[in-house]
């Protein structure tokens, strides 16, 4: 019989290997609030999980829309699905913008040369694209000034198995979980 120690036990190992070689949960829908009140959502690629502190963490652009969104409603939620596995895993959890300079350098020096090549552009996203922006406004150098490395503590999960028609839910309590099965 499946328990929930096994369910969570395989939500961490799952997080774990999305953020360590890659798989369908990798990369996962964000949603936050708008700052008008309207629901927002996004891919973002989970980079890392702390299962010990129980974070999920990716990275944008600190003057992305969903910077001022979390800052204002930092409650999100993040939902991934595998299609090989044919699992879908839904989290909400608090959001943090870190402004630890030694943790957000760490974060930083784990990104490819092309993930960080992201950050050069000086152009706001998600404003219009002037005639003369393409190629220029480029400054490598100042890219970490622009990067923003978001943690999430998580605090509700919801796993469904399409497999098996089976669904769990989990609340965490301080450092424990709780939850079991529902109906899918
Ligand atoms: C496959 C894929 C992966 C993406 N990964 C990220 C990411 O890790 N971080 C990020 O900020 N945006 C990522 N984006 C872009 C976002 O989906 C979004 O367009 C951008 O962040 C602007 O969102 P915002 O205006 O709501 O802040 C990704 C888009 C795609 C299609």
Known sequence: MTTSEDILGRIWQSLHEATTQGTGFTLSFLGTIGLE?????????????HQAQQQLCFATNIHSAKIPEIRRHPQVALTSYDAGSSIQLRMEGHADIVKDRVCRQRAWRSLAAHSQELYASTNIPGTPLQDDDAGRNSDLASSFARFAWVSVKLEWLDWLDLSDN??????????????GDVVP
């Open 37 to 49: 009140g309207q629901p927002r959502m996004r891919a973002v690629i989970l980079r890392q999980f």
């Open 166 to 179: 089976q669904r769990w839910q989990f609340k965490r309590r301080g450092d424990q979980w709780h939850g």
